[in-house]
């Protein structure tokens, strides 16, 4: 059983910054990748930004794009999410979530972490 643990929510001031992290339970970041999602309450859950397994290639939303930066550790089985000049408009419910690859079939969702900016 895989689990993804998110960590690293607070609570900041718009300007601020904050790096999430999604630890695995067993070593899955070398055959899959990766993907941070948030949800706001009422609206879809929304992919803010993946990454591929061997980190050679990453996707931001243009939401994020310039503001956000996905990454990971192998080693660690950690993959992290670090937010710059944080806004208003990215509190949400932060998940990551495996990317499903060959090697990497399942889907594995995090609990989320709560990021709440104000102002």
């Known amino acids: 059983q895989v689990e993804l643990v998110e960590s690293g929510g607070d609570s900041v001031q718009a300007g601020g910054s904050l790096k999430l992290s999604c630890t695995a339970s067993v070593d899955i970041f070398s055959r899959c990748g990766m993907a941070w999602y948030r949800e706001i309450p009422g609206e879809e859950r929304e992919l803010l930004a993946t990454i591929t397994a061997d980190s050679a290639s990453t996707y931001y939303a243009d939401s994020v794009k310039g503001r956000f930066t996905i990454s990971q550790d192998n080693a660690k089985n950690t993959a992290y999410l670090e937010m710059k000049d944080l806004k208003i408009e990215d509190t949400a419910v932060y998940y990551c979530?495996?990317?499903?690859?060959?090697?990497?079939?399942?889907?594995?969702w995090g609990q989320g972490t709560q990021v709440t900016v104000s102002s």
């Open positions: 979530r495996s990317v499903r690859t060959l090697l990497c079939p399942t889907l594995y």
